[in-house]
């Protein structure tokens, strides 16, 4: 048995999922601090990350991958969804933090409903050799400023995987970027699970949804955040 791994983890705490294929669905959050990239910081435009508090990788309190465990099974006493978040939960010495602390999740459970850790990943981490997870991966657009650090590896990666519940998500500032996801759409022939969302108060959700019917595409579903609609930008609920 390996010893047990340290990071630093910002929050943990019950809510429900407020996007993508599991919208919905009432979920435990750990979120993990730091992430190297700044969304949505190109031509004189703010930062629009919805966790800024969270960027610092010393934004949190060291916890071991049993105590996150425990801290789970005391905020809810039956199995339901687990989502790993951040900042980026994948970034550095975090991926083995995961990785092990998803086997033990798995071991920890019986049934086969959400053994394996939903993953909320920014699309500049490799997904490979990863176990135990589901993944909800982010291919970022021209307009977050950060597509260059994108791993288009990950395309293939996922493919391979073939599972379900693994979904890709195209966060939305302009039609520019909506044409840009529609490229990477065919150039990586992705066709499950493609999560469309605007950029709050630059793209709308009526827009997006005009071009989504337009454009048609097999796979595609748009998202909402269900929880900012909920409880507006408050944290930790
Ligand atoms: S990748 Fe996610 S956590 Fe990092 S800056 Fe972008 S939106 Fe924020």
Redesign the pocket.
Known sequence: MPSELTSKIHEIYYSISGEGISQGIPTVFVRFAG?S????MVAGKK??????Y??SPNAGEDMTTGEVLEKIQSLISGETQVLFT???PLEAEKKNFCHQLAGKLFESREKKNFRFARVET?G?ELLDGLRYMVFSM?Y?LPG?G?EERMKPENFSILKNRNNALDEIKFVVRSRSDFLRALEVIREFELNSNLIFSPVYEDCSLDELSVWLKEANVPGARLSSQMHKLIWGDRRGV
């Open positions: 992430c990239l700044r969304c949505g930062l629009w990350c919805d966790t800024p969270a960027l951040g900042g980026e920014n500049a982010d970022k977050s950060m």
